[in-house]
């Protein structure tokens, strides 16, 4: 018997020849196969409820879930995906290309709450949690498994990424879990069918997806027999490559009304010397990304070629927002590492070198300690935080004079009120109006502003408009445009 497979198959043998009573009720919850959907459940109710307060105590941080709340509003209502936040009549495809979030469409009919958002995403997130916890139990035993899977709940990368409201990457999180782990078992055709729908993710992930192809064809490399995996794996590469070449110059240009892609400037300057990432700043984030998660012994793992593509477009860039590990960037490069982890894990065990054989022992303890101790400045500390469960009053008092806009009303806002409003008006980002004279104007009030202040630079924003103050609550103060 493989070494690998012993612990779990001695499990099986074990539950198979317990006695009945011993296999049922509670025994069954405790079952080792169960141990990835549990894992997977109390993540759920962890992410859910870190999103959830946040969103409810209004810290959202940036406009993106206004954006993906408009463009998923449009599905949901059978229309085309208009994100005005980011300019009038903006088709979301032509920014990114990522009609997977069309998904969620049905949900927000039935729900129709940012909210629906953030509880959708804290499941894809939980779900990734599957695979990665079930192959390392498949091939390290139970312990080692859940120690493993733990880890990568709590993985930094995942808590900044769930902290970082909503964002479409997190379809990718599943789709690269279960791809991987088909490929470390060696069962090609589902792993190409779930890399696959990853070019519907975003432009740059078809790169990714032909990086797992090209992973299928390596690990086959010298195998007879394997006609048909061989070409699912070039068919993988071949359609990946093609899928992001096809976003990039034909589809995101035609729903464009540049007609181009918005995103190649951030690949070259803008009439001058371009930003370049400081070698330290790469070098930091490489760590991060493969020492608290992996002790650096993913790098004995071929699966780390699959996050090549997301690495190689962060660093070449010249916005050094993608340079380092806040956000959600780094959120699809931790199904990658813990993966490799695994599978390196699994190797190292009958190394002929017993210093490596040992540390990869007691690696998968490390790994757990070190999620757990960097948990204590990460996301999900708050929740053990008293305040974290308050809705102080200036929120409600904020949200009672974000309630007296009106529906279906043109407002011009920052990021807290879109929060609010997207769902139920037609929302604009500040100063991108595009000539639009809105209704009202919801603004956070800062650096010693007055209403009065506030009001008078609308007026100077939009010529020709005059704005009364409504109301002024928690910092935020409310505008509408009196008439002529």
């Given at each position: 018997?493989d070494?690998?497979?012993?612990?779990?198959?001695?499990?099986?043998?074990?539950?198979?020849?317990?006695?009945?009573?011993?296999?049922?009720?509670?025994?069954?919850?405790?079952?080792?196969?169960?141990?990835?959907?549990?894992?997977?459940?109390?993540?759920?109710?962890?992410?859910?409820?870190?999103?959830?307060?946040?969103?409810?105590?209004?810290?959202?941080?940036?406009?993106d879930?206004?954006?993906?709340?408009?463009?998923?509003?449009?599905?949901?209502?059978?229309r085309?995906?208009?994100?005005?936040?980011?300019?009038?009549?903006?088709?979301?495809?032509?920014?990114?290309?990522?009609?997977?979030?069309?998904?969620?469409?049905?949900?927000?009919?039935?729900?129709?709450?940012?909210?629906?958002?953030?509880?959708?995403?804290?499941?894809l997130?939980?779900?990734?949690?599957?695979?990665?916890t079930?192959?390392?139990?498949?091939?390290?035993?139970?312990?080692?498994?859940?120690?493993?899977?733990?880890?990568?709940?709590?993985?930094?990368?995942?808590?900044?990424?769930v902290?970082?409201?909503?964002?479409?990457?997190?379809?990718?999180?599943?789709?690269?879990?279960?791809?991987?782990?088909?490929?470390?078992?060696?069962?090609?055709?589902?792993a190409?069918?779930?890399?696959?729908?990853?070019?519907?993710?975003?432009?740059?992930?078809?790169?990714?997806?032909?990086?797992?192809?090209?992973?299928?064809?390596?690990?086959?490399?010298?195998?007879?027999?394997?006609?048909?995996?061989?070409?699912?794996g070039?068919?993988?590469?071949?359609?990946?490559?093609a899928?992001?070449?096809?976003?990039?110059?034909?589809?995101?240009?035609?729903?464009?009304?540049?007609?181009?892609?918005?995103?190649?400037?951030?690949?070259?300057?803008?009439?001058?010397?371009?930003?370049?990432?400081?070698?330290?700043?790469?070098?930091?984030?490489?760590?991060?990304?493969?020492?608290?998660?992996?002790?650096?012994?993913?790098?004995?793992?071929?699966?780390?070629?699959?996050?090549?593509?997301?690495?190689?477009?962060?660093?070449?860039s010249h916005?050094?927002?993608?340079?380092?590990?806040?956000?959600?960037?780094?959120?699809?490069?931790?199904?990658?590492?813990?993966?490799?982890?695994?599978e390196?894990?699994?190797?190292?065990?009958?190394?002929?070198?017993?210093?490596?054989?040992?540390?990869?022992?007691?690696?998968?303890?490390?790994?757990?300690?070190?999620?757990?101790?960097?948990?204590?400045?990460?996301?999900?500390?708050g929740?053990?935080?008293?305040?974290?469960?308050?809705?102080?009053?200036?929120?409600?008092?904020?949200?009672?004079?974000?309630?007296?806009?009106?529906?279906?009303?043109?407002?011009?806002?920052?990021?807290?009120?879109?929060?609010?409003?997207?769902?139920?008006?037609?929302v604009?980002?500040?100063?991108?109006?595009?000539?639009?004279?809105?209704?009202?104007?919801?603004?956070?009030?800062?650096?010693?502003?007055?209403?009065?202040?506030?009001?008078?630079?609308?007026?100077?924003?939009?010529?020709?408009?005059?704005?009364?103050?409504?109301?002024?609550?928690?910092?935020?103060?409310?505008?509408r445009?009196?008439?002529?």
């Open positions: 018997m070494s690998a497979t012993a612990v779990p198959a001695q499990a099986r043998k074990s539950a198979e020849t317990a006695p009945s009573g011993q296999r049922t009720g509670f025994a069954r919850l405790g079952a080792p196969r169960l141990d990835p959907y549990w894992l997977a459940g109390v993540l759920f109710v962890l992410y859910t409820t870190l999103s959830v307060s946040r969103h409810l105590r209004m810290l959202t941080m940036s406009w879930l206004g954006i993906f709340e408009q463009a998923i509003r449009g599905y949901a209502e059978l085309a995906p208009i994100a005005d936040l980011k300019g009038p009549g903006t088709n979301i495809l032509g920014d990114h290309f990522s009609p997977i979030t069309a998904l969620v469409a049905p949900f927000y009919r039935a729900f129709p709450t940012p909210l629906t958002l953030l509880v959708v995403q804290a499941a997130f939980a779900l990734s949690a599957v695979p990665v079930r192959l390392a139990a498949h091939l390290l035993g139970r312990g080692r498994g859940l120690a493993i899977g733990v880890a990568y709940g709590l993985s930094w990368g995942v808590q900044r990424a902290d970082f409201d909503f964002h479409e990457i997190a379809f990718a999180m599943p789709l690269l879990a279960f791809s991987l782990e088909a490929v470390v078992r060696r069962r090609w055709t589902p190409v069918l779930w890399a696959a729908p990853l070019v519907l993710v975003k432009e740059d992930l078809g790169v990714t997806a032909a990086a797992v192809g090209a992973l299928v064809l390596l690990r086959l490399r010298g195998a007879r027999g394997r006609t048909r995996a061989v070409a699912q070039a068919a993988l590469v071949a359609f990946g490559l899928a992001t070449a096809l976003a990039l110059g034909l589809i995101i240009p035609s729903f464009n009304s540049g007609g181009s892609y918005d995103y190649w400037n951030k690949l070259g300057g803008d009439g001058g010397p371009a930003p370049v990432i400081p070698a330290d700043t790469a070098v930091r984030t490489l760590l991060w990304t493969l020492l608290p998660t992996t002790g650096l012994l993913a790098l004995r793992s071929p699966v780390l070629i699959v996050a090549l593509p997301t690495l190689g477009w962060r660093f070449v916005d050094d927002h993608y340079w380092g590990t806040d956000w959600h960037y780094s959120a699809v490069l931790m199904p990658v590492v813990f993966i490799a982890l695994t390196a894990l699994a190797a190292s065990r009958t190394s002929p070198r017993r210093r490596l054989r040992t540390y990869a022992h007691h690696l998968p303890a490390a790994v757990l300690a070190a999620a757990l101790a960097l948990t204590a400045s990460l996301p999900l500390y929740l053990t935080m008293p305040d974290t469960y308050r809705i102080p009053p200036q929120v409600r008092a904020t949200e009672r004079l974000l309630d007296r806009i009106p529906d279906g009303a043109t407002v011009e806002a920052d990021v807290v009120p879109i929060s609010r409003l997207a769902g139920r008006c037609r604009f980002w500040v100063g991108g109006t595009g000539g639009i004279r809105p209704d009202y104007v919801a603004v956070h009030l800062g650096d010693g502003r007055t209403p009065a202040d506030a009001a008078a630079d609308a007026a100077r924003t939009h010529a020709g408009a005059r704005y009364v103050v409504v109301g002024s609550e928690g910092g935020y103060v409310v505008l445009r009196a008439a002529p």
